[in-house]
């Protein structure tokens, strides 16, 4: 579900040069201007794992010029549909991506995706192109919100489109009335003080950030291995190079140790590939440094 909403975007403007009328008793369309300015505008308090992607941004630097192409082959058919099919083309249009999710159980996401850069023919696209699918599902219209999935589906999604932003919301239950929700929600996720923290820390700018609560069931397999973080943050950041900063905080020092000495060991093996590759502890933290000149990227991608 997550791949069909990174995977679409496109362009829409929208006027009228339609002669004023007459006051009329129907309430005027909110616009929801402030949350869809917002990078976290509709992503709900609850969420777990948050990250964005700043596409105006990555589509200017050296390192896409690199990397681009090997995108457009890696989406394959997948691009060419939404090219011809879809009439717009995402790796031109889409200026960011937002995603707030949660996981209350281990086979259940629930969340919203927010993509800005998108165009008028986005939801006639998208049923008409996952409704022909066995695996997407079945689509169907709840007052102009589309709902992707079948009835027995325990993740299904809802689509709706303003402006040139497309806001999907993915969850067990979602209907036209939970889209309204959504819609009517501002930017919930500034109302949580700890991730506000967290976000606050992150370095600005960054072509990619995320921010992970150790809590979620996604992380259940590191609990097992007795490596379970308290939160994960880190960003990406694009240039001519590549440069990868994280930190982990962790229950204890003794479990912070036992991560530290693993990523040294699986950065030791990747040296050759990196300017600078590091992970060092701070008591409970662990903070990871990685950077990849264009020289070095270019032999990673030839290996895709």
């Not at 036209?176 to 992150?202: E, I």
């Not at 590191?222 to 379970?228: E, P, Y």
């Not at 440069?243 to 204890?252: K, L, P």
Request: glycine letters at 10%; proline letters at 4%.
């Amino acid at each position: 579900m997550m791949r069909r909403a990174l995977l679409l975007a496109a362009l829409v403007a929208c006027g009228s040069s339609a002669p004023p009328v007459g006051p009329s008793n129907k309430a005027p369309t909110p616009s929801y201007e402030a949350s869809l300015d917002d990078v976290l505008g509709f992503l709900p308090a609850t969420s777990e794992i948050v990250f964005g992607i700043d596409g105006a941004q990555i589509r200017k630097t050296a390192v896409w010029t690199q990397l681009g192409p090997k995108v457009e082959k890696l989406m394959g058919s997948d691009l060419v549909q939404l090219r011809t099919a879809c009439g717009f083309d995402p790796m031109q249009t889409v200026e960011r991506i937002s995603v707030g999710l949660s996981m209350p159980e281990r086979d259940v996401i629930t969340g919203v995706v927010v993509v800005r850069g998108v165009g008028a023919g986005m939801l006639g696209c998208v049923r008409s192109r996952f409704g022909k699918t066995s695996q997407a599902g079945t689509v169907s219209d709840d007052k102009g919100v589309l709902i992707l999935g079948r009835p027995d589906d325990r993740e299904k999604s809802a689509w709706t489109l303003i402006g040139s932003t497309l806001i999907v919301q993915i969850d067990p239950h979602v209907s036209h009335d939970t889209m309204q929700a959504v819609l009517a929600s501002g930017s919930p996720l500034r109302t949580s003080h700890a991730f506000m923290d967290l976000y606050g820390r992150l370095e600005r700018g960054a072509s990619v950030w995320g921010v992970i609560n150790g809590k979620t069931k996604l992380l259940d397999e590191a609990a097992g291995a007795g490596m379970r973080p308290v939160t994960v943050m880190g960003t990406l950041a694009m240039s001519d190079r590549i440069v990868i900063a994280g930190r982990a905080v962790f229950a204890d020092d003794a479990t912070a140790g036992k991560v530290d000495t693993l990523l040294k060991t699986s950065l030791a093996q990747i040296g050759k590939f990196t300017e600078h590759a590091e992970s060092r502890q701070e008591g409970a933290q662990v903070i990871v440094g990685l950077s990849v000149s264009g020289a070095q990227l270019q032999t990673l991608l030839a290996f895709l």
